[in-house]
């Protein structure tokens, strides 16, 4: 059975801090992994990840995927709080994506 | 573009009552994906669609039907809804394959089963 597994499941820092996410999965025929942010409403793509070791990158917010040990981290660095949401890991497998249960986060002023 | 939409935004049913949720896009897409949300759960797979009137089951299937007619839209019913059923249910389109680029979410549908 395909498993998505997120860390820490929630998270409270202050504003500034650097926090990392993790991810880590088990599944039959890795095809990428993506990270989703999710405030009230749908979820807005952040990443895909197919290939081990390249960074990606966008602002404040980074991702890299290890594909041996089988796991994803996305940081923030200098958090803000419109930073704080639910972070959602999907690794698709087969013709659909499996989320793992998410990491919510919160950035206190 | 509207992107993708889904109608209703909110329903409330009776146990045993039935409803159609909406989903459409304009984006030509083939690919399209039903899933709910419940607290702590993150989304799981309801069904999907790999074309038009071709359909397919997800993870958590039961109590649910759909139906692609059109290309550009996605039906989700409940024949006879139960309160387990109470969730926040997303639709997503994609082009390719979800995972060989990103899926676009609709707005979501919050149902309440009393």
Same mark, same amino acid.
């Given at each position: 059975e395909d498993k998505v597994v997120q860390s820490p499941l929630s998270l409270v820092v202050h504003e500034g801090d650097t926090v990392t996410l993790n991810c880590s999965y088990e599944v039959t025929n890795f095809r990428s992994l993506l990270w989703y942010k999710q405030e009230k409403k749908a979820p807005t793509f952040l990443f895909m990840l197919t290939s081990s070791g390249i960074e990606k990158k966008s602002g404040?917010?980074?991702?890299? /995927?290890d594909k041996k040990e089988?796991?994803?981290? /996305?940081?923030? !660095?200098? !958090?803000? !709080?419109?930073?704080?949401?639910?972070? /959602?890991?999907?690794v698709l497998s087969g013709y659909a994506l499996n989320f793992g249960k998410g990491t919510s986060l919160l950035v206190t002023p | 573009n509207a992107g993708v939409t889904q109608t209703p935004k909110f329903r409330v049913l009776k146990t045993g009552q039935s409803m159609t949720l909406l989903c459409a896009q304009d984006m030509n897409h083939e690919y399209m994906y039903?899933?709910?949300? %419940?607290?702590?759960?993150?989304?799981?797979?309801?069904?999907?669609?790999?074309?038009?009137?071709?359909? =397919?089951?997800?993870?958590?299937? %039961?109590?649910?039907?759909v139906s692609r007619l059109k290309k550009q839209n996605f039906l989700l019913g409940l024949?006879?809804? =139960?309160?387990?059923?109470?969730?926040?249910?997303?639709? =997503?389109?994609?082009?390719t394959l979800a995972g060989q680029e990103t899926q676009y979410f609709g707005p979501g549908t919050r149902l309440l089963v009393l």
């Open positions: 404040r917010l980074s991702s890299i /995927l089988l796991f994803s981290i /996305l940081n923030i !660095t200098a !958090t803000q !709080t419109g930073d704080s949401a639910i972070y /959602l890991c999907a | 039903w899933y709910r949300q %419940d607290p702590g759960m993150g989304l799981r797979l309801i069904h999907y669609s790999v074309g038009e009137g071709t359909t =397919a089951k997800g993870e958590v299937p %039961d109590g649910y039907n024949e006879s809804a =139960a309160p387990s059923q109470t969730s926040v249910y997303f639709c =997503a389109s994609s082009h």
